[in-house]
């Protein structure tokens, strides 16, 4: 194909484009009024299936289903009046809104949860309540800056009895008492983040499409014959066009690796088969770098990475799912966005920038970067890591992004539209302080013992809380903070009127809890971590955020079609590497996955010390092991979780970049600036509701962007599959505005 042909397909492109929307934006309509029906001709059978002399088959032939979607809607049509099944636990969460991390139906498999911190226990506090701010005006909620309002004082009243509890939560740990907690307070000996002392080695890169074939790399494009897409087929056909200086094949399209799902219960076995596959000849699972020689594989089940040796030669294959999603670009527009990245890194001042393997390993590595390295500077020597101990209780007790669908009744069961809107780069945001050093404990004494401004500066400074809250008995709107759901690692938002629990939280939704713009919450102050405020995350955070605006910008005006999808990638790069780069931070236990060949006649060879058997294929195994926390001198869970709860906290209240013209000052956005009852769901940066949403897009780092809309009456979702299909309906219905 030459320039001419490629010009003209890009034009018939368009062409169909223009076709399509229009043809889009019907569908989406006519998709929101098939739900409509179906949700009419859903509650006809239930009123159906009331009578004495219903049968599952007739009312089946009338509407048009099978009698097994009829026997689910009215289980007693079922055989011998098959009793109602009870709820699972999905379910009954969607029920009362307190729903933990969505897993959605078509992905079985549950990511390990670690293991709990060491010698953690819980132990009785006295409390100290904060009492009900006396006025309910908002205010900037910033977990770092000293406010010029006071906070609520302190008062020692008897708490409210709390109603008993509908579920059976999770305990969270605390801090021991005397001595035995005190002696967590410290850093670890000899570890420290210090800026390193050499560049990362830059490894060639290519980019394969498995459905097409066509490889991509510095040095040309290919089409390959790749058969089904094996290991060995991969390996092969690459390594046959393309030098042993790529290092690293990232796969744009095609999941090989979910070939074989059908024949599993579980994605990960199908990815371990995939991985484990026969090799070339010469080829291994590389075992010749990192800490533990047996870890080759990392068994993903959306964004596996494979590992492979031959002789000197090493080799990943990768999804480019972990940096985003490609849409539908060729491999040659991705290799474009990853080069626009490289170059729009270099232009922030990140002069080392090396591009490796995942957006956090790119990202921790950058900000090891911006480490002080003159000597005399603050932290010249390093960021002390804390002690064990304080590490595993902020892994135990500090949740990542607030995830909830809030379902009927506590919404009604048809809505008048649906809204979608999303803080655009927002964790950029709460990077500018952090807590530094050793922190404090802030025992209930030693917090009653301090002054109004002592406790003011406190709660405003980089700290985390334990708390005793109680809600106010005429709350109507959604819950403030987070408190321990049942299940591993599972949290949800207490909303009812009157309701009394005990959790952990940072000190920004301390803050909203207090001062939010309806009513005030009570807070009482059982124990805490503060931490001296510092800006370890600043300059990476500025730097990042430069190269995010000046992509976006690439993005809208750029010349050529490709360049603008490359920078519109690449932007979104950016935003993977300050993700999840963060979460680098929070070092959770360490999971250790490999695989070891089937011995003669299918004998398990013996596993590693410590390992569990989690898959098995009729040539290998995979293991699976928690080494807990390794003495990794990155490990900053403070900065993490200050991160967290602060973006938590802008999810209901925050000042956008834009001010109101008749006072001058910010104006304000979040789930507590809409109307009680309209919203229907939260997934860490957006808010859904059923109300009209007019803030103001600055196109500042926190602002919220309108990303889907349907202004016209929807059913109310009650599982993650409505959710999801209304996202999608209101993202195309909002696209085909545009037009």
Known sequence: MDSKAYSGGLAELRELRDEIKPLLRDLAKVQAELAKLESRRDQRIVDLGTFEKAKADRIATSAGVSVIDVVTLVPTLGPQGAPIAPADSAATDSATGDLSEPQPTAQLIKEPAGTPAPDLRPTAQPPVPVAEAASGKDSDLKAVDSPAATVPSVAVSPAPVAPPAAEQERTLPSIPEGQSGDRWFHAERDLASKRPNFKQDARGMAFLDTTTGVLVWQGGTVRLELGQATVAEILTAVYAVAPASVQRIYITAGDPWHQTSERHAFLKDAVAEWLNGPLPEGWGVESSRGRDRLAGHLVHQRNPVGRWQRG?????????????????????????????????????????????????????????????????????????????????????????????????????????????????????????????????????????????????????????????????????????????????????????????????????????????????????????????????????????????????????????????????????????????????????????????????????????????????????????????????????????????????????????????????????????????????????????????????????????????????????????EDFYVLQALGRQALESEGL
């Open 312 to 720: 000197d030669q090493h080799t990943e294959i990768r999804s480019v799912g972990e940096w985003f999603d490609p849409e539908g670009a060729d491999p040659a527009t991705v290799r474009a966005a990853f080069v626009e990245l490289w170059k729009a890194l270099r232009a922030a001042k990140f002069d080392d920038v090396v591009i490796m393997g995942s957006p956090s390993q790119t990202g921790r590595d950058l900000w090891s970067r911006t480490i002080p390295s003159k000597a005399g500077a603050k932290w010249a020597d390093g960021f002390p890591v804390m002690s064990q101990e304080i590490r595993g209780l902020l892994h135990a007790t500090a949740g990542q992004g607030r995830t909830e669908l809030i379902a009927p009744p506590r919404v009604p069961e048809r809505v008048p539209g649906w809204y979608e809107v999303d803080r655009t780069f927002a964790y950029a945001k709460h990077t500018w302080a952090s807590g530094v050093g050793v922190p404090q404990r802030i025992t209930a004494a030693r917090f009653a013992a301090m002054s109004e401004k002592e406790q003011t500066n406190a709660l405003f400074a980089p700290s985390h809380w334990q708390v005793r809250v109680t809600i106010p008995k005429d709350w109507n709107h959604v819950g403030l903070l987070p408190a321990p759901a049942p299940g591993d690692r599972a949290w949800h938002y207490p909303y009812e009127g009157g309701r009394t629990f005990t959790t952990w939280a940072g000190g920004a939704e301390i803050n909203l809890a207090l001062r939010n713009p309806l009513m005030p919450w009570r807070i009482e102050i059982l124990d805490g971590l503060l931490w001296e405020s510092g800006d370890p995350l600043k300059s990476w955070s500025t730097k990042l955020r430069e190269a995010w605006q000046s992509l976006r910008a690439a993005a809208d005006v750029h010349g050529d079609e490709q360049q603008r999808e490359a920078c519109r990638l690449a932007s979104r790069a950016v935003r993977s590497i300050l993700l999840y780069g963060i979460g680098t931070f929070a070092q959770r236990p360490r999971i250790t996955t490999g695989s070891l060949e089937l011995g003669a006649g299918g004998q398990t060879p013996e596993l590693p010390d410590g390992a569990r058997l989690t898959g098995i294929t009729d040539t290998h195994v995979t293991w699976e092991r928690n080494q807990g926390f390794a003495r990794d001198q990155y490990a900053h869970p403070e900065w993490a979780a200050g991160v967290w709860s602060a973006a938590r906290a802008a999810l209901l209240s925050v000042s956008t970049s834009s001010k109101d013209p008749a006072t001058g000052k910010p104006l304000k956005a979040g789930a507590l600036h809409l109307p009680a009852g309209s919203v229907l769901a939260f997934r860490t940066d957006a808010i859904y509701t059923s109300a009209p949403v007019a803030w103001p897009y600055g196109g500042e780092p926190g602002d919220y962007l309108l990303k889907g809309r349907m202004a016209w009456e929807q059913t109310a979702p009650r599982s993650d």
